[in-house]
């Protein structure tokens, strides 16, 4: 009976986003959004923003950018290349960030993933409504665990999914062993998801992106602040919950893309490194893991690279749209 309810209330939810209520977008740009409510969740009321081009290439492809943690739809420069090599656009804030965050709303909570499974699918039924019979997923760092975890445990339409472009995803803790092994599955479990728990006070990666420090990048830094926020015991429990599923009998059946920078780079103060490497994520963790997701897994080692490719210097980028957009024309063939 339940199920059946969650699907009405898919229905009326997609039905509001056919019926209109687009509106021209923060970019800019061509780009437009629609805001839509989900049912009330533990923190009340929810709700989804698609994002897509306004004007689409005719075809029957679609991408479909899932962002990640402290994060949110903004790479403009992603959806341009995206639509030159003749495939339409979509993106996603998932609930409780960017376009997304209501009133009241504790930024990026989550206490299990599989609430952003109404997101994505929220999205696709668009997609599709649009006439775009095949979806390549594309997740970002948190947005990679979710799409992994949504092929893994939600996949409904086995057709309209063809392919899935992970950006340095988010498939183990960067932690030491002690934290990772011991703490992080004994604070799982710990009854109190509102507790909170800091995660330090460095804006290293973030020098390394915004115009203002070193970076190329302008950006809202309400919606992606400079300096990460503390999470709480709830999110922890969810992200620690989805890692370990994925490494339970794991075949998604579908081709993967793998891309991750050669290095990570440690430590609080920025320096020139920061700029040449992965700064939030253990990329060793991220080939490990996300080669175990599937039968059909290519992994892209890129020099360089930045914890968000997308966003590293121009050279690095060229070089991961290029080997990006060659995969996926080998996915769709």
Known sequence: MLKYILS???LFSTLSVFAGGWEEDVLGDGYICHHVAQPDDYSGKVRTTVIRKRVQPKTSVAVLYVHGYNDYFFQRELGDSIQRNGMAFYAVDL????RSLMPGQLPFEVRDMQEYFADIDVALA???FDGYSKVILMGHSTGGLTVSYYMKKHRTDRNQIVGMVLNSPFLDMNLNWLEEKILVPL???VPFPDISIPQGDSRSYAESLLKKYKGEWDYNTEWKNEISPAVT???LTAIHNAQMNLREDNHIDIPILL????KSVWGDVWTLDFSKGDSVLDVADISLYGKKL???VTELVVADGLHDLILSSKDVRDFVYRKMFLW???ALH
Not at 95 to 98: F, L, S, V
Not at 259 to 262: A, T, Y
């Open 233 to 235: 015991v709830g999110w």
């Open 126 to 128: 668009q997609i599709k």
């Open 259 to 262: 891309m991750h920078s050669d």
């Open 8 to 10: 009405l209330v898919l």
């Open 328 to 330: 996926m024309n080998y």
């Open 95 to 98: 609930r409780k960030y960017g």
């Open 294 to 296: 599937g039968n059909n």
């Open 187 to 189: 604070i799982s479990i």
